[in-house]
T-cell receptor
Framework: DGGITQSPKYLFRKEGQNVTLSCEQN?????MYWYRQDPGQGLRLIYY???????QKGDIAEGYSVSREKKESFPLTVTSAQKNPTAFYLC?????????????FGPGTRLTVL | GQQVMQIPQYQHVQEGEDFTTYCNSS?????IQWYKQRPGGHPVFLIQ?????EVKKQKRLTFQFGEAKKNSSLHITATQTTDVGTYFC????????????FGQGTRLTINP
């Protein structure tokens, strides 16, 4: 069963703690993306990766970090430097980073920082 | 920076009524994509438009790309309760870039 998995679905953390969100895909896609969605808002790009061992900052990268050591995995770390980390985080992938490719989204992780 | 604006932000209709959401870009887009997000779910790709003036249909959904490739619309004929959700348009930030910028979305609710 191909697709994108994100875990966990809900995550609670105390303020000041780093937390890592998992994203795995078995679609053999080269490109992967992390978005943040706030209530009633659109999707804002945090980081994206067009190929293994390479990634670029999106529009709101401050306070976040990523790695892309394997093609199928693109974990996102929300650091204590992120001022307002409570949000819905969506991971996506596409066949390649070309603009004409559709993006496939995972189910998302809802992070709440207490 | 380049922006993609979407209106209206919310739309409530009676089941059976039509629905339209509009997407406008500050710059010319090479292509535009539309996604649907059901309540509590994740965005799912609906369609992509590439050509100037392009019109595509999916059953009761009609998608249009403007002649100047700066605006797009999604029209749903005779809405059904299964159409409930938020509809997003998305376009590349700059010509030839791999990054998409999403509109704020239009949340559609339906009174059965």
């Amino acid at each position: 069963d191909g697709g994108i998995t994100q875990s966990p679905k809900y995550l609670f953390r105390k303020e000041g703690q780093n937390v890592t969100l998992s994203c795995e895909q078995n679609l053999n896609h080269d490109a992967m993306y992390w978005y943040r969605q706030d209530p009633g808002q659109g999707l804002r790009l945090i980081y994206y990766s067009q190929i293994v061992n390479d990634f670029q900052k999106g529009d709101i990268a401050e306070g976040y970090s990523v790695s892309r050591e394997k093609k199928e995995s693109f974990p996102l770390t929300v650091t204590s430097a992120q001022k307002n980390p409570t949000a819905f985080y969506l991971c996506a992938s596409s066949i390649s980073g070309r603009i004409y490719n559709e993006q496939f989204f995972g189910p998302g992780t809802r992070l709440t920082v207490l | 920076g380049q922006q993609v604006m979407q209106i209206p932000q919310y739309q409530h209709v009676q089941e059976g009524e039509d629905f339209t959401t509009y997407c406008n870009s500050s710059t010319t887009l090479s292509n535009i994509q539309w996604y649907k997000q059901r309540p509590g779910g994740h965005p799912v790709f609906l369609i992509q438009l590439v050509k100037s003036g392009e019109v595509k249909k999916q059953k009761r959904l009609t998608f249009q790309f403007g002649e100047a490739k700066k605006n797009s619309s999604l029209h749903i004929t005779a809405t059904q309760t299964t159409d409930v959700g938020t509809y997003f348009c998305a376009g590349p930030i700059i010509q030839g870039a791999q990054k998409l910028v999403f509109g704020q979305g239009t949340r559609l609710t339906i009174n059965p």
